[in-house]
């Protein structure tokens, strides 16, 4: 697999994570139980 693919991979990936984070609540976070361990994606109390 070429870096070009790897790169693009990254970038639909993160793309998704963010369409999901502004406008789906975070559904998609809430499907993937091994990246509600990393900190800097829960919510901040306000």
């Known amino acids: 697999m070429s ?3 790897v ?3 990254i970038v639909l990936v ?3 994570l963010w369409i ?5 609540g975070k559904r998609l ?3 993937l139980p091994f990246l ?3 900190p ?3 919510a901040a109390p306000l």
């Open 3 to 5: 870096f070009q693919v």
């Open 7 to 9: 790169f693009w991979l």
């Open 14 to 16: 993160h793309q998704a």
């Open 20 to 24: 999901d984070w502004l406008f789906l």
């Open 29 to 31: 976070l809430q499907a």
């Open 36 to 38: 509600q361990a990393v």
């Open 40 to 42: 800097f994606l829960q």
